[in-house]
């Protein structure tokens, strides 16, 4: 599926602010967004499912810094398990 969302849109269906996205992409590189000419960024099919399984891992108890160990590939491969951190 080619769709792509503007952040905007983006953040409405995950609850992620734009600024959070941004921050995300630059420091963990969890999504790949496609660039306008003008610099604005577009989303895949791709990047909002990383981005829902990163909002599932993180209601289960997992932090930023946990999922970005683990990587883009493995958001995406759906083995992803959500559980949460070992007490």
């Known amino acids: 599926d080619m769709t792509l969302f503007k952040i905007k ?3 409405e269906l995950t ?4 600024t959070l996205l941004r921050a995300w992409e630059r ?3 969890f999504l790949e967004p496609q660039r306008l000419p003008g610099g604005h960024r ?3 099919q791709d990047d909002l499912r990383v981005l829902r399984k990163i909002r599932e891992l993180i209601d289960k108890g ?3 810094g946990e999922i970005a160990n683990r990587g883009r590939p493995w958001l ?3 083995r992803a398990e959500a559980r949460a951190p070992q007490d």
């Open 27 to 29: 420091r963990y590189g």
């Open 9 to 11: 849109t983006i953040s």
């Open 76 to 78: 995406l491969t759906g």
């Open 15 to 18: 609850g992620f602010q734009p």
């Open 62 to 64: 997992l932090s930023v």
């Open 42 to 44: 577009l989303y895949t």
